[in-house]
């Protein structure tokens, strides 16, 4: 195990009508005046926005609102957000729905502590150290479907306009203060929305359990549970999206696997996630469908750098590879990751997908590695990474 850091302080409110307690963690939390930001509707539609309202009028938190946030979300409404936030001297950030939603309040935090400033905190792989950010508004979240993670990482993902470059920022400062996180809220979901969640929080896993790092027993130990619980409870959720305890038990696997707490002593891979941000700039497909479809073809690239780690996760996740070679097993646990993603109906391929080969090139140049190498289990450059995408074709 290697040297570590590790400083998760989310406080989680988890059950059902615990949006009905989002007013007093704003409170809690020393927010008075709240910018409420939501997506594109569903949490209207649900009338959960009108209970969180409601809440945050009893605990007497006054807000501002912005709603509007698209999946992959965008510069220009963070832009507006920052403006509201100074211009209305909120204290608090308070996200009412999923990654994308979450993301922007982190990032419209960051503004409104800075002078308006934020995007320059936002980078991709040409920098090999992140900018470190100095301070953010705290942001609060009502979590409404399981699947980045969002709600208790380090990290805000935002495709910066006019470039169109889905860039990240990071740093704990940017872990939400507390987290309501109540199952029934996302049995509204649609199916494909429903697995896209579980592709991602699947491979928040895999980028933390494919390691060079040796003697991290119990991380890969938490890593294939969080693994095995996603494919099993996942499966009834798709079942019977009004599986309340297979939603509950989804939506905590879905924090646990990017809070970091498997990922703690470990060197982490993220090459997957760097291909994928590039496919949701260009395509603005779902980042778990993405990922369905760029995840198992990097293992059939990297695989034989350690067939034997690739063999233990056939066996201990998917039970398949008993009694056969390392280098068998490592392939029949692809075959069977992929055959998971399929049963949910993710696709698995470009076409599936919606992207081309012959943009190949321009995601190179979008993901802009400039000589840097991206993933910690395999180093690969440019050339690697095309191989990998023309594996996805
Ligand atoms: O906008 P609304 O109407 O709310 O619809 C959303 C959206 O269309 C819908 N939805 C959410 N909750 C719902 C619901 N529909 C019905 N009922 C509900 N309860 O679902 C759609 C997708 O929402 P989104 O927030 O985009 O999903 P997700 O949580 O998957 O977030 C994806 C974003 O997070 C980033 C991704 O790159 C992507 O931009 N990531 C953020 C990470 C982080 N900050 O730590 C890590 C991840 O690896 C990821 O990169
Ligand atoms: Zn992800």
Known sequence: MIDFDFWSPTYIAFGKGKESHTGGLVRRFGGTKALLHYGGGSAVRSGLLDRVKSSLSEAGVAFAELGGVKPNPRSSLVDQGVRLALDEK????????????????????????????????????????????????????????????????????????????????????LRPKFA?????????????????????????????????????ALSDNLCEAVMRTVVEEGAKVMADPSDYQARANVMWAGTLAHNDVCGAGRVQDWASHGLEH????????????????????????????????????????????????????????????????????MPLTFAELGAKEEDIPLLLKTLNLCGNTLGGFMRLDENDVSAIYRLCV
Request: proline share 5%.
């Open 90 to 173: 909120v204290d608090f950030l308070l996200a009412v729905g999923g990654g994308s939603v979450i993301d922007s309040a982190k990032a419209i935090a960051i503004g409104a502590a800075n002078g308006g400033e934020w995007r320059r905190f936002y980078v991709g792989r040409e920098v090999k150290v992140k900018p470190v950010i100095p301070a953010a508004l705290p942001v609060g979240v009502v979590l409404t479907i399981a699947a980045a993670g969002s709600e208790a990482s380090t990290n805000s993902v935002v495709n910066l306009e006019p470039e169109n470059l889905k860039r990240a920022a990071g740093g704990d400062i």
């Open 180 to 216: 309501v996180m109540n199952p029934e809220i996302t049995m509204s979901l649609p199916p494909f929305q429903t697995a896209c969640g579980l592709a991602d929080m699947f491979a928040h896993l895999c980028e933390r359990y494919f390691t060079p790092t040796k003697d991290v």
């Open 278 to 345: 590039e496919l949701s700039a260009l395509y603005d497909c779902a980042h778990g469908a993405g990922l369905a479809v760029v995840m198992p073809a990097w293992m059939e690239y990297v695989h034989s750098a350690d067939d034997a780690r690739f063999a233990r996760f056939a066996r201990n996740v998917f039970g398949v590879g008993a009694g056969e070679t390392d280098a068998q097993a490592a392939l029949d646990g692809i075959v069977a990751f992929r055959r998971w993603l399929k049963s949910i109906g």
